[in-house]
Nanobody, 123 residues
Framework: VQLQASGGGLVQPGGSLRLSCVGS????????ISWFRQAPGKGREWVSC????????YYTESVKGRFTNSRDSAKATVYLQMDSLKPEDTAVYYC?????????????????WGQGTLVTVSS
């Protein structure tokens, strides 16, 4: 399992960014792709997940209505569209793959993580 996350950057409060996570080396149709984030000095927090087989999505309460998870099966890619960004969204964002939408880091194989991409929301 290999995952490549990208799309982070610096954005002003209220702005938008779209993160991408490309999967390779495994059949994405059998997996759930999750997004986590880790703010400076804090633990890794679950943000959202999407099932590749049916597109069902789930979100943590703090991002509902602002973040949208989608996938392109042909490209084995998941997108996290982040709108109305707030300074508290500042973090390194990671994508991870497992067979279910786990919300705790410990449930993921340590080799099923992409490298992080930094999102900074600041004026």
């Amino acid at each position: 399992v290999q995952l490549q996350a990208s799309g982070g950057g610096l954005v002003q409060p209220g702005g938008s960014l779209r993160l991408s996570c490309v999967g390779s080396g495994f059949n994405v149709d059998y997996y759930v792709i999750s997004w986590f984030r880790q703010a400076p000095g804090k633990g890794r927090e679950w943000v959202s997940c999407i099932r590749f087989d049916n597109g069902n999505t789930y979100y943590t309460e703090s991002v509902k209505g602002r973040f949208t998870n989608s996938r392109d099966s042909a490209k084995a890619t998941v997108y996290l569209q982040m709108d109305s960004l707030k300074p508290e969204d500042t973090a390194v964002y990671y994508c991870a793959a497992e067979r279910a939408c786990y919300r705790d880091v410990e449930s993921f194989d340590r080799n099923h993580w992409g490298q992080g991409t930094l999102v900074t929301v600041s004026s």
